[in-house]
């Protein structure tokens, strides 16, 4: 026996779809009533699904219908109301206030020794040096043989070198000389280069000396260019560098690529307890290393050594920060702690 009526049912459906057109959401809290309403464990379309069985049997299947198009036009709604306040909210997260003070942006600063190179090159290309770069895995005859250093020479002794794992050809370039090499294989003299970059030997890492480290190196070769053309040219670099009144002074060396060879040196001088140390109580500091090009190195590269001569010079970029900057470590320049590196943001 049925205590529902099919007149009242449909009238409570009618209500709840009438309510459903009027509902809006204006807030969260608005949203999650309107989901505990209509969508919830304990919605209302619990009551009216408890009146169905209560129906007459022939009414059933419409009240049926018309409850489940109330429940998709219910959780319809709720996805709208939900995506319209997510749109609000996120359109209200990007809007951009521009009463707003700036956020500060923190300026970054060149590497000590990017600051030192490029002073460097500077110099050199005031007097028609070129950039040259190449690799920095070479190859044996490139690094060695080319530059008149053999299997069997002992200036190998002198280059602690990298070689590539499972290699005896290839390695990690001990100095940028190879990039010489290969200039002077490709192209045709007058050739006036230099070449800067970074190196690697098997050294002990301390605070003067390091595993990896950055040179550069010049050669000039052409027609009658003689010994004191090579002095003439490092000491207007010397100049540019240290000074108009910078003394510098040549003494004979050893290298294999160069005959006669010196090392150059410049008076740092003796002013306190730092200089004493730096200069071991000379007053004077190398900082490079030159020579007249070996003519071996020239036939080696195809070049005839009885029409043309060169010279060639070398020097670690580190060494130079160090001194420039004060830096007692040369550890330092590879830590990149930015609190020793935000120093050289005004340079």
């Known amino acids: 026996m049925t205590t529902v009526d099919w007149p009242t049912v449909s009238k409570q459906f009618s209500q709840v779809a009438g309510e459903l057109e009027q509902e809006t959401v204006s807030s969260v809290e608005s949203l999650e009533q309107f989901r505990i309403k209509y969508l919830g464990t304990k919605s209302i379309f619990k009551d009216l699904s408890a009146y169905l069985k209560e129906l007459p049997a022939e009414n059933r299947k419409e009240a049926g219908m018309m409850l489940n198009r109330l429940k998709v036009q219910a959780e319809t709604l709720f996805q709208n109301f939900q995506q319209q306040f997510e749109v609000v909210s996120t359109t209200k997260k990007n809007e951009i206030d521009l009463t707003a003070p700036g956020y500060p942006f923190e300026l970054g600063s060149r590497h000590p020794i990017s600051i030192v190179m490029n002073q460097i090159i500077d110099i050199f290309k005031r007097i028609g040096f070129t950039i040259a770069e190449d690799r920095e895995i070479e190859d044996d005859w490139h690094n060695f043989t080319a530059l008149n250093t053999p299997d069997d020479h002992p200036a190998r002794d002198m280059q602690d070198t990298f070689y590539i794992k499972n290699s005896i050809q290839y390695l990690l370039r001990t100095h940028t000389s190879p990039v010489q090499a290969r200039v002077m294989t490709r192209d045709k003299p007058p050739i006036r280069i230099i070449?800067?970059?970074?190196?690697?030997?098997?050294?002990?890492?301390?605070?003067?000396?390091?595993?990896?480290?950055?040179?550069?190196?010049?050669?000039?070769?052409?027609?009658?260019?003689?010994?004191?053309?090579?002095?003439?040219?490092?000491?207007?670099?010397?100049?540019?560098?240290?000074?108009?009144?910078?003394?510098?002074?040549?003494?004979?060396?050893?290298?294999?690529?160069?005959?006669?060879?010196?090392?150059?040196?410049?008076?740092?001088?003796?002013?306190?307890?730092?200089?004493?140390?730096?200069?071991k109580g000379t007053g004077w500091l190398e900082i490079l290393g030159c020579g007249m090009v070996d003519p071996a190195v020239l036939i080696n590269c195809g070049i005839d050594p009885e029409k043309y001569s060169g010279f060639a010079f070398g020097m670690g970029i580190e060494r130079q920060v160090l001194l420039k900057y004060n830096v007692p470590d040369i550890r330092m320049l590879f830590e990149n702690d930015v609190r020793f590196l935000r120093q050289f943001r005004s340079i």
């Not at 970074?198 to 002990?204: A, F, G, K, Q, S």
């Not at 010049?218 to 010397?238: N, P, R, W």
């Open 195 to 279: 070449a800067p970059g970074r190196v690697y030997r098997n050294e002990t890492v301390s605070a003067r000396s390091h595993c990896q480290f950055h040179q550069v190196e010049g050669l000039y070769i052409d027609e009658g260019v003689s010994f004191a053309d090579m002095k003439q040219t490092l000491l207007y670099y010397a100049r540019e560098q240290y000074g108009p009144n910078v003394k510098i002074r040549l003494r004979p060396s050893f290298f294999p690529f160069t005959e006669p060879s010196a090392e150059m040196d410049v008076y740092y001088g003796l002013a306190d307890e730092t200089a004493h140390r730096i200069t």
